[in-house]
């Protein structure tokens, strides 16, 4: 592969991981937008970590850990919001994150911050992976049935037993350690990270990725993450024009296929269509 498909296919895995951060809140009926302020915990934690001499996988797990024990932390005062509020909620929260990386002197502030370690483009391909499988696993267990449960009726899922509270709060976690993740494998991908790069258009991204994708099958998220990476790319032959067809067909997708384009139904009728006699 060339340099430059390597390069476009870590950043596909970043966006895939972050898709799947966002997914874990969607799929208990919940927007966040503070993807962007996880994954900057996770980059520059492992960046901090790497640059005080830490292994590199250690420096990545520190920063899955960190970015996972603020998601717990904040996840508490956030969710007691609902609608809207939850969503300028999580919003000012990752905007307070990067407010203070661009005051810390420590951290580069606005000229960023170099990261000691590359990781190349087939150990974060592995991990994706490992992510993508870890999501199916948890959709086919209880607790993925119970975040389903919410979406559709969190008050009739509290009546049959289902601890909403818990299930939201740890489905709330998990996304902030995945958005933690995505940005350690960025930092030591670039081996540069800036906070500017973690603003809300990366939060807004990784929600539609997993909207354009569908949110009834664990799926989704990739196959959005998928179409919005690499469709810009098969279009650059188009020039000006290409973010113009883009955007324009993701307009007609979402008229056409309101409900994501990796449905159940359309799962079904994949798996049950007869060849043709």
């Known amino acids: 592969m060339s340099g430059y498909a390597l390069q476009i296919g870590a950043i596909l895995c970043v966006h895939v991981i972050a898709a799947y951060a966002a997914y874990m809140t969607l799929a208990a009926g919940q927007l966040n937008l503070g993807i962007a302020g996880f994954m900057a915990l996770g980059a520059y934690g492992s960046a901090v970590l790497s640059n005080a001499g830490w292994a590199m996988p250690q420096s990545i797990a520190g920063a899955v850990l960190l970015a996972s024990l603020v998601g717990l932390c904040v996840s508490y005062p956030v969710l007691r919001a609902r609608g809207i509020y939850l969503t300028i909620a999580t919003l000012a929260f ?29 150990p974060i391909l592995w ?36 601890r909403t509270r818990r299930i939201e709060v740890t489905a709330f976690t998990i996304g902030a350690a995945l958005a933690g993740l ?96």
């Open 94 to 122: 990752s905007e307070v994150v990067v407010a203070l990386i661009l005051n810390m002197e420590s951290l580069g502030a606005a000229s960023g911050l170099v990261v000691v370690g590359h990781l190349g483009f087939w």
């Open 182 to 277: 995505a940005g350690a494998l960025y930092a030591h991908h670039f081996s540069y990270v800036e906070a500017q790069r973690f603003n809300v258009l990366l939060s807004t991204y990784a929600v539609l990725y997993t909207l354009l994708g569908g949110l009834q099958t664990p799926l989704g998220p990739l196959v959005g993450a998928a179409l919005f990476t690499l469709a810009p790319e098969l279009l650059r032959g188009t020039d000006e024009w290409r973010y113009v067809t883009f955007g324009a067909v993701i307009v007609v997708l979402m008229l056409l296929r309101s409900e994501g384009l990796f449905t159940r139904s359309f799962i079904h009728n994949l798996m049950h269509r007869r060849p043709a006699t």
């Open 127 to 162: 991990v994706t992976l490992g992510v993508v499988a870890l999501v199916v696993f948890l959709a086919s267990t209880r607790f993925g049935l119970c975040l389903t449960a919410i979406r559709n009726d969190a008050q009739g899922a509290a009546v049959f037993g289902v």
